[in-house]
């Protein structure tokens, strides 16, 4: 699965300076993920609210949950390194770490939709050195994440990597009903 980099714009770089403020924080920390699912509904997964504001490449990434073990999608800000996908829990700098990382941690296989293509994917969380430079990657498109570190407080905002599951090469046809790999 190819996800496109992020963008710069002037109007981009604008965004950001609103969606890194404290009250930004808030209001989009309560309503982007509204805002995703109804972009990406209306363009059938090609487009989301985020991306088209902030620039930034989004994906679903969809969860088995912890305690539920009922699937989850959520809308999320994913940057492409390698065939890796690098994911910031940093829920807005929020003293509390967000459900999907809950969920990855228990049950590590996902499935990524992208510009409406889903793939499986396995995730981890990444530590030292590796963390230290996903972390980096994540500043450079994103440096909204070093406010939402300082937010945070004494949370380490986890650095998540997704690789392609094992046996595939990243992109395998998905049932949409059940969102089960169907070859």
């Known amino acids: 699965m190819q996800i496109e980099?992020?963008?710069?714009?002037?109007?981009?770089?604008?965004?950001?300076?609103?969606?890194?403020?404290?009250?930004?924080?808030?209001?989009?920390?309560?309503?982007l993920h509204l805002f995703d699912r109804i972009v990406q509904g209306i363009s059938r997964e090609r487009y989301s609210f985020t991306e088209?504001?902030?620039?930034?490449p989004v994906i679903t990434l969809t969860t088995t949950?912890?305690?539920?073990g009922l699937r989850r999608s959520v809308p999320l800000v994913g940057f492409p390194d390698g065939d890796q996908i690098i994911l910031i829990a940093s829920n807005f700098?929020?003293?509390?770490?967000p459900a999907w990382y809950h969920n990855l941690k228990a049950k590590p296989e996902v499935l990524v939709t992208y510009k409406g293509k889903s793939a499986a994917y396995r995730a981890r969380e990444a530590e030292g050195?590796?963390?230290?430079?996903?972390?980096?990657?994540?500043?450079?498109?994103?440096?909204?994440?070093?406010?939402?570190?300082?937010r945070a407080g004494?949370?380490?905002?986890?650095?998540?990597?997704?690789?392609?599951a094992p046996g595939s090469r990243g992109e395998k046809p998905v049932s949409v009903e059940t969102g089960q790999i169907t070859s």
């Open 5 to 31: 980099p992020y963008k710069t714009h002037w109007f981009y770089s604008a965004t950001k300076v609103i969606l890194t403020s404290r009250p930004g924080s808030w209001f989009f920390s309560h309503t």
């Open 93 to 97: 700098g929020r003293s509390f770490h």
């Open 65 to 68: 949950g912890a305690k539920s």
């Open 52 to 56: 088209l504001l902030g620039g930034v």
């Open 129 to 150: 050195k590796e963390r230290e430079l996903s972390w980096k990657k994540g500043l450079e498109c994103y440096p909204g994440y070093e406010l939402y570190r300082k």
């Open 154 to 164: 004494s949370r380490r905002i986890p650095v998540i990597l997704l690789t392609p």
